[in-house]
């Protein structure tokens, strides 16, 4: 009897760590990023560990099934560098860390957040090149990575974007204009060591002939008419005479 | 005193070049403040229903133009328009030239007022880098601007439901990134530019005057020349047939008589 009860303990135990583990996956990557970012202002200070999910963490929000859907701290003073963990957040919407003082390079990946439909990493100090991997980001609407030290072309992958801003780094080589590329103006890649085209004349306009053809068509075939009328009706009175 | 004349004009020349010479080199002097355009903009159209209520100037913290409804901000902890949305709000008035400190705007859409006057033809030097222009379903009246073709990266442009009038300018074939263009409902005539017969995402409907593919075919005689062909027909017909009866009436004569005196 003793030994069934100290089995069930056991198991009881066993299984609350399973769950625990399971359940704090996510909490384990956001931990992940806490450990590699500096926090002065301990904003960071609320992400527990021992929590069974995140979702109660300052700056972060969850959906109805307790999985991360945005991380916000932005703007506040973190410095230290991104982690590969964030990509397993499978569930990610919104990833706000913009006007940081993050380094490093940006995750390839962050490629595997296939419901990212925000990436706001502007204003930090990052190195490197822009993941190429983005590209499989098929609801990803902002990219907004200005104003760090990104090195690299522009991946020419990215499809889905509304709003574009890379400008303020040392990227290089062409901006692209093909796809939805035609969408952006040079304010989203200024300040860079792009190519920038020069700005291309429009093309001469095509002669429209048709307006002017009509106006002729028309005057031709009133003299025509009036011309046929004339040799017509005057045909038999020459013939009588 | 003599001496003075020659060498201001001189002055006068060199500075006279210069400001040409910069002139074809600086597109817009014009300092971006995005603030300035709102205010422009808040002050020039009359809104009756208080929708820019929360357009409030008083707090000027970094990025507060970026709550403002209809406004949206390239980041939001700076000042600088990328989009500004205003449908559907009863806005009467002209398109403010206020617009001009939104230097970095991408999108405008003004549809569903009503908004009087022309399409600004400064309106591509005002935002160059418009994206989006939608002015559809307002009281717009005048001409299309040719110079719209100088807003290159113009993705979209949305004419419809407005009054305007004169014939689709040819520059506009210049807009190389043009995909969706609509100016349904107008009063516009004359040939469509040929550059849009290959696409699909073009709106000519509801211009009785407009010819040319994807409409009906260019140089079909309107009903207009064809009342004037058919009465100068008639006239034709009319004056020929009184010219023989005259000559048959005066030579026919003649030779009546002649057989007679035989």
Known sequence: ?241 | MKGSCPSSLKIFRFVLLTRMLFAGHVSSTITEDDIKCLKGIKNSLNEPDGKLSNWSFNNNSAGFICNFAGVECWTEREDRLLGLELRDMKLSGQLPQSLQYCQSLQTLDLSANRLSGTVPAQICSWLPYLVTLDLSSNDLSGSIPSELSNCAYLNNLVLSNNRLTGSIPEQLSGLLRLKRFSVANNDLKGAIPLSFENNSKVDFAGNSGLCGPPLGKCGNLSRKSLEIIIAAGVCGAVFSILSGFGYFWCCGRKTKSYPQAR
């Open chain 1, 1 to 241: 009897m003793e030994r069934l009860i100290s089995v069930c303990l056991w198991l009881i135990l066993a299984l609350h760590l399973v769950l625990r583990v399971a359940g704090n996956a996510e909490g384990d990557a956001l931990n992940a990023l806490k450990n590699n970012l500096t926090d002065p202002n301990n904003l960071l200070q609320d992400w527990d560990p021992t929590d069974t999910n995140p979702c109660q963490w300052y700056n972060i929000t969850c959906n109805s099934e307790n999985s991360v859907t945005r991380i916000d701290p932005g703007n506040a003073n973190l410095s230290g560098k991104l982690v590969p963990d964030l990509g397993m957040l499978s569930n990610l919407q919104y990833l706000e860390l913009y006007s940081n003082n993050i380094s490093g390079e940006i995750p390839e990946e962050i490629g595997n957040l296939t419901n990212l439909v925000s990436l706001d990493l502007y204003l930090n100090v990052l190195t490197g090149h822009i993941p190429a991997t983005l590209g499989n980001l098929r609801k990803l609407r902002f990219l907004r990575l200005n104003n760090n030290s990104l090195t690299g072309q522009i991946p020419m992958a990215l499809t889905t974007i509304d709003t574009l801003d890379v400008s303020n780094n040392q990227l290089e080589g062409d901006i692209p204009v093909n796809g939805s590329f035609s969408l952006f103006q040079p304010i989203s890649f200024r300040n860079n060591r792009l190519n920038y085209p020069p700005f291309a004349p429009p093309p001469p306009p095509m002669p429209s002939t048709a307006s002017t053809s009509s106006g002729n068509s028309a005057v031709g075939a009133i003299v025509g008419v009036v011309a046929v009328s004339v040799v017509l009706f005057s045909a038999p009175a020459i013939i009588f005479a």
